[in-house]
Each structure stands twice: as structure tokens, then as C-alpha cells.
């Protein structure tokens, strides 16, 4: 079964320091994972996505996230956090097979404060 | 053009009312999809269209009727809802349901709807 764990449900960090959103998957599969941003009442934007052909992803705004099999998960940093990324992050995996083509499992979501 | 729109924006509905969303795109995707989500909670799938057809139905209410009349184009019927139907409903779109594919979907801004 394929599933997505996000380890912090709230995390807080003053604008200009490191942030680290941690996410955890299971995948029988060679995963397909994405990072959606959610800001307060919009939907959601794709920060990046993992393809096989490289476990460091760098996405937009400064984001990226690297794949660790041996560790299964797919965290999410950025150096330097700006006001303007305070939001909702949801860590997303796709499932696959013929009945589940095209279905996401989200994770519970992270809110990121970031405090001046 | 890489948006899927949205309307109206905030839907104010009584139980008895029938109304429509509206999800437009014109990416050239081929599939659709609807997702309801609550406050502070991961987006819910409900419905996936594939080359305007019905694709999956998560087993949601009648009450909610989803239509596809084009490739650019979703609508999503509502009649005799209850007041936890109130939801931020989303759209999305990807190209196809191509497994092998990382087919990221985009995201609508959604409608805010609220059963009174």
C-alpha cells in the first residue's frame, strides 16, 4: 500500500533561517512524489516533483527536496525563508496501477510560520 | 495558458437550491478532476474525468453530479446539499491518465461553498 506521512504538523522559523518540512512515503512502486503549496484560501501550486533521473529536485522559489530510498522519504528545504512562505505544504505521492491511475494520497499537511 | 479557472469563487447555497461550479482549462489536458477539502485538512478526490469520460467516482452522494461537456471543460451540479457540504471545492487538471507518466496536476483556485 502507498501512503505519505508528513512528521510536523506546524512548523515555525523567523524569516532568513533554514526550512525543513519532513515527509515520509511507502511505495511498493518506484514512487512519483510531489511538494503543492496551499496560501490561505487559493489552491494549490506545485512546488516539485521527484523523477527518477536525479534525488536532488530543485523546484520554485528556492525550494528543493531530495530522494532518499534507503530512508524512504522526500524532505523539503529551503535556505533562507521569506514571509511570503507562510502557508499549507502537502508532501504527495501518485499512486499507480490500472484501478488507482491518476488518484494522489496527500499528506495531513505542515503549516510553516515564518515570524519575523 | 497554464490556469485552470475557477467560478463563481464563494457560492452561498441553501439545502433546497440546486447550483453549478464551473472548471475551465486549456492546457490540451485530457483529464479532470474534482476534490472537496475542508478546513485545515489535505484535498478529498471525488470524481476524475478521462477524454470526458467518467473515469472514477469516489463514491460520492448523488447529490453532487459531475459533468464533462468538452475536452476544456467540468461542471460539477449540486442539488439538495447538507450544511457539511460546505467545502472549498477544487478542480484539476493533467494532461492524461498516463501511468508511467509524472503527470503533475494543476490546480484550480476553487469555490469556497457554503450550505445554509
Known amino acids: 500500500a502507498q501512503s505519505v506521512t508528513q512528521l510536523d504538523s506546524h512548523v515555525s522559523v523567523s524569516e532568513g533561517t533554514p526550512v525543513l518540512l519532513r515527509c515520509n512515503y511507502s511505495?511498493?512502486?518506484?514512487?512519483?512524489l510531489f511538494w503543492y503549496v496551499q496560501h490561505p484560501n487559493k489552491g494549490l501550486q506545485l512546488l516539485l516533483k521527484?523523477?527518477?533521473?536525479?534525488?536532488l529536485v530543485k523546484g520554485i522559489n528556492g525550494f528543493e527536496a531530495e530522494f532518499k530510498k534507503s530512508e524512504t522519504s522526500f524532505h523539503l528545504t529551503k535556505p533562507s525563508a521569506h514571509m511570503s512562505d507562510a502557508a499549507e505544504y502537502f508532501c504527495?505521492?501518485?499512486?499507480?496501477?490500472?484501478?488507482?491511475?491518476?488518484?494522489?494520497?496527500f499528506g495531513q499537511g505542515t503549516t510553516l510560520q515564518v515570524k519575523p | 495558458d497554464t490556469e485552470v479557472t475557477q467560478t463563481p469563487k464563494h457560492l452561498v447555497m441553501g439545502m433546497t437550491n440546486k447550483k453549478s461550479l464551473k472548471c475551465e482549462q486549456h492546457?490540451?489536458?485530457?483529464?479532470m478532476y474534482w476534490y472537496k477539502q475542508k478546513a485545515k485538512k489535505p484535498p478529498e478526490l471525488m470524481f476524475v474525468?478521462?477524454?470526458?469520460?467518467?473515469?472514477i467516482n469516489e463514491s460520492v452522494p448523488s447529490r453532487f453530479s459531475p459533468e464533462c461537456p468538452n475536452s476544456s471543460l467540468l461542471n460539477l451540479h449540486l442539488h439538495a446539499l447538507q450544511p457539511e457540504d460546505s467545502a472549498l471545492y477544487l478542480c484539476?487538471?493533467?494532461?492524461?491518465?498516463?501511468?508511467?507518466?509524472?503527470?503533475?496536476?494543476?490546480f484550480g483556485p476553487g469555490t469556497r461553498l457554503t450550505v445554509l
Open positions: 484539476a487538471s493533467s494532461q492524461d491518465l498516463e501511468r508511467g507518466g509524472l503527470n503533475e496536476q494543476f
Open positions: 511505495s511498493s512502486y518506484s514512487p512519483s
Open positions: 521527484y523523477t527518477s533521473a536525479a534525488t
Open positions: 504527495v505521492v501518485r499512486l499507480h496501477g490500472s484501478s488507482n491511475t491518476g488518484k494522489l494520497i
Open positions: 492546457m490540451g489536458h485530457r483529464a
Open positions: 474525468y478521462s477524454y470526458e469520460k467518467l473515469s
